[in-house]
């Protein structure tokens, strides 16, 4: 078991430009997790997807992020426009079915940098 | 929705004295509650899940004390050693959801 794969490790973009963050979760896991991850905010929830359809969204920034799961093996977070402040670690996780009493297990993330 | 404080956000302790990190949060329906351990440029693992039902969970090394009428949740690594240094993460979440709400991280350095 590889774990949850993330890639790039890590993405430099321009300002301005579009960034496409890929998640490969476990084997087997239906509920899969976006965190943001920086030094003064922490971890800051995304998105979550349970068998691939969106369930809660709401610490997705409206404008500019979105995130995709379009089958069981793969989900994607997609930032257009890519600015500064989106500068972070971006973090996924997946986790059993059973609801929240689940542990989540991490990917390594992708470190975004916005020049 | 769910706030979770997280304090101190660094802690510096000698090899052998105990770190004592907390948490509070603000949902009373919060029904599960994690520490997880991120070690310098790795993933973060989880260091113990702990039930609504127990106040004080025993770890190698570590205790965790659940505070529900003060929705405090603690973590108490006694005895630290160089190899404890690292980032730690208490998450939060409710019965009626997968959300899992993060504290902000407490940094870790253990000097030998």
């Known amino acids: 078991n590889a774990g949850v794969i993330q890639t790039p490790r890590h993405k430099v973009t321009g300002k301005g430009q579009e960034a496409t963050l890929w998640c490969e979760p476990i084997?087997?896991?239906?509920?899969v997790f976006w965190y943001r991850q920086t030094i003064v905010q922490g971890l800051e929830f995304l998105t979550y997807?349970?068998?691939?359809?969106?369930?809660?969204d709401s610490g997705m920034p409206k404008e500019r992020f979105s995130a995709q799961m379009p089958n069981q093996s793969h989900s994607t977070l997609k930032i257009q426009s890519t600015q500064p402040q989106d500068s972070a670690v971006y973090l996924c996780a997946s986790s059993l079915p059973r609801l929240s009493n689940e542990r989540l297990f991490f990917g390594h993330g992708t470190k975004l940098s916005v020049l | 929705g769910e706030q979770v404080e997280q304090r101190p956000p660094h802690l510096s302790v000698r090899e052998g004295d105990s770190a004592f990190i907390t948490c509070t949060y603000t949902?009373?329906?919060?029904?599960?509650f994690f520490w997880y351990k991120q070690e310098p440029g790795a993933s973060l693992q989880l260091l113990m899940k702990v039930f609504s039902s127990t106040e004080i969970n025993e770890g190698q090394g570590f205790t965790v004390l659940l505070n529900k009428k003060d929705k405090r949740l603690s973590l108490n690594l006694t005895a630290a050693h160089p190899g404890d240094s690292a980032a730690y993460f208490c998450a939060v979440s409710s019965s009626n959801t997968d959300k899992v709400v993060f504290g902000t991280g407490t940094r870790l350095q253990v000097s030998p």
């Open positions: 084997s087997g896991h239906s509920a």
């Open positions: 997807f349970r068998n691939q359809a969106p369930i809660d």
């Open positions: 949902d009373p329906n919060s029904y599960y």
